[in-house]
Structure formats: structure tokens, C-alpha cells
């Protein structure tokens, strides 16, 4: 459902001159609705963003749909979105390096700079994260799905020369560059990525990127599997129709060095566990709530379980990586919908047999 709550202002402001803006804010499960407001001006050290892409990611979705996941709950209207990338629209004071018109991919990720994880420099740690559309905290941190975003300068990713689809998909990226840095050393290994949604198809591209010998990727339907062989995977596997086929892989105590678990799912944790060789290590990147973990495995066989959440820095070194070509994500977007039917987007996104990942054109 979209409700549109009606044009207060002229339709068709200047760039610069910007009175009035749409933001997308979910009141309850389905209940998504396009809403004015006036955009603030940028205050010292900040930017006005027009935005151009967003995508809609996994988290934002379970908002959608079911108005949150594991403990988290919506409690309070919530503007959805943070995988956003745009133009300078206007630059606050002291702004330097930025300029009006560029393109920018914006990071999420607002840790307090204070607390002792930023100190420790584990900043996706922070105790007082302000990560964009999120219902952790109360009151929630409002997302990014605005047309105009006011965010600090230091978020903003030079991404001249990307289209704002590619510069959109920074924040992705970003999890995935994480990931493989809690992987460890990737050249030359053996690497199985469990559930092939944007992050696991993301997951392959980095592994790709950073020499793995051999990627076999899997997942429960054969749209995803089918984008995963283009990227890159070297042999998918559909579990749906063969549910054990990562089987011959555990023989001789296992086969691949490194496990990216990217479904969340007990079984998909399980079978990759079973696949892995002495010594091997699981990412766990899927935000599965809590699951079973065959921890004998992982006792006889010295396996290490990392957790993978979020990111900072990765996320600047991704845009890098994206405009010097060495990755490109692109393919991964397979439907682009107009701000007016963001929910239409939404419902889309979840679609696995048909979407990877959608983004709304703001
Ligand atoms: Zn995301
Ligand atoms: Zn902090």
C-alpha cells in the first residue's frame, strides 16, 4: 500500500531551491507512504545530497514485511533505506573537497567517534551508532530514502565517473570488503558462499577480486544461481532441488578453506561446516537470529566462526575499487522503480525468483 500524502509545493523546484521533498516512511508492516517535508539547509561540516539511487536491502525489507526482525521491532513511523548515492545539491560551511553537482555515494554508517569501540577503532562497533533507518534504537534513526539528504561531508564518496545505480551499491560492497577481511587471506583458496542474495553474489565478486582459486556458490532458486555463474561462481548448486549436493564436499574432512554464510539459515551453516576442510573458517554475514551451530565440527576440525556485521572504512575503499573498474556490481540491480511506486519496489525486492537487487530512482 502507498499512500501519497499530496504536493504541498511547486512540483518542479530548482536544484538549489529545493522547499519541499518526498521521503519514504513506513508506518507499520505494508504500510508505506511517500511524505512531505521541508529539507533542512546543510549546518557546518554537512551537505544537502538530491538524491539520484537507493537501493532496497534485506533489512529494509523485513521492516516491510513484518515490521522488523529478531527483537527489533518498528515502534514509531520510520523513513526506510541506506544504500543511497547522489548529487551535492549544497554545501554547508567549512565543506572542502566536495563540489555542487558531483556525485556522491553516502555511507551510513555514523558512529559517535567517542565511545571505546571508536577508540579501539571497531567504529561498526559503536555504542552509539547512528546507522540510517534503523529500529535498534528508540527513538529509531530515520533512513535515507529522501529526495534530499543532509549528511556529514566525511560520508560522502567521490563516485564521479559511477552511475548512481553503481555508487548505490557502496554499502553492499562494504559489508562484503568486511567480510573477506574477517575471512582472512583469500588468494589461492577454496571458497563456498551459502545463499546467493546481493550480499552472497557480492560475496563472490570480492572473492573473485581478491584471487580465490575456486567459488562455488549456492542458493534455493536458479534466477540468483544463474546471476552467481555470470559473476563469477565457478560451479552453483541449487539446494531446493539437491539438497545435499554440497555432500561429496565433506569428504576427507572437507574441501573449502573459507565459508562466507551468507543465508542465515541453520541448514546452509551446517552443510558449509560439514564442506570445510581442517583449519577452515566461517564468515557468518546472514542475519539469521539465532541458530544451531554443529560446534563438534568445528571443535575436531579447528574450524574458526567469525562473525561479519556491517563496516566503515571498507565502505570509501569499495567506491575506490568500483571507479578504478576492478569490481563491478552493476549487474546485480534488475529492477529500478520511480519514487511514486516505491512500494511496488518493496514488493518486488522480495521476490527472489525474479529481483536481486531493485533500487527506486529518487
Ligand atoms: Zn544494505
Ligand atoms: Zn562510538
Redesign the pocket.
Known amino acids: 500500500m502507498l499512500r501519497d500524502e499530496g504536493c504541498v509545493n511547486p512540483p518542479h523546484p530548482a536544484p538549489d531551491q529545493v522547499r519541499q521533498m518526498k521521503s519514504v516512511v513506513l508506518h507499520a508492516p505494508r504500510d508505506l507512504r511517500l511524505e512531505e517535508s521541508a529539507p533542512p539547509p546543510p549546518g557546518p561540516g554537512e551537505v544537502a545530497v538530491r538524491l539520484a539511487a537507493g537501493g532496497i536491502c534485506g533489512s529494509d525489507l523485513h521492516y516491510y514485511a513484518h515490521g522488523g526482525f529478531g527483537t527489533v521491532r518498528l515502534r514509531e513511523p520510520m523513513i526506510l533505506g541506506h544504500e543511497v548515492a547522489g548529487h551535492v545539491a549544497a554545501l554547508g560551511d567549512g565543506v572542502t573537497g566536495l563540489s555542487v553537482g558531483q556525485l556522491v555515494a553516502v555511507s551510513p554508517s555514523r ?5 571505546r ?2 577508540h579501539e577503532g571497531r ?1 561498526n562497533q ?4 547512528r546507522f540510517y533507518g534503523s529500529a535498534m534504537p528508540f527513538p529509531h534513526i530515520q533512513g535515507a530514502f529522501r529526495q534530499v539528504l543532509v549528511a556529514d561531508a566525511r560520508q560522502c564518496a567521490d563516485a564521479e565517473g559511477l552511475s548512481p545505480a553503481q555508487a548505490a551499491l557502496a554499502e553492499p560492497l562494504a559489508v562484503c570488503l568486511h567480510a573477506a577481511g574477517q575471512a582472512g587471506p583469500l588468494l589461492g583458496r577454496r571458497v563456498l558462499v551459502t545463499g546467493c542474495g546481493p550480499i552472497g553474489l557480492l560475496c563472490v565478486l570480492v572473492a573473485r577480486a581478491a584471487g580465490a582459486a575456486e567459488i562455488v556458490a549456492t542458493d534455493l532458486t536458479a534466477f540468483t544461481l544463474a546471476l552467481a555463474a555470470d559473476r563469477g561462481a565457478d560451479r552453483t548448486l541449487n539446494m531446493a532441488e539437491a539438497p545435499q549436493a554440497l555432500g561429496p564436499y565433506a569428504a576427507d574432512k572437507g574441501y573449502f578453506d573459507v565459508q562466507f554464510e551468507c543465508t542465515g539459515a541453520a541448514p546452509a551453516l551446517a552443510a558449509g561446516i560439514a564442506a570445510l576442510r581442517p583449519g577452515g573458517t566461517v564468515v557468518q554475514v546472514g542475519l539469521g537470529g539465532d541458530m544451531t551451530v554443529p560446534v563438534q565440527s568445528l571443535t575436531a576440525k579447528e574450524l574458526s566462526l567469525r562473525g561479519a556485521f556491517r563496516f566503515h572504512d571498507e565502505f570509501f575503499v569499495g567506491v575506490d575499487m568500483m571507479r578504478s573498474g576492478r569490481i563491478d556490481p552493476a549487474p546485480l540491480v534488475t529492477q529500478t522503480v520511480p519514487l511514486a511506486r516505491a512500494a511496488e519496489g518493496f514488493d518486488l525486492a522480495g521476490d527472489r525468483s525474479q529481483a536481486m537487487k531493485v533500487q527506486i530512482e529518487f
Open positions: 558512529p559517535c567517534r567517542a565511545c569501540y571508536c567504529p559503536c555504542l552509539n551508532m
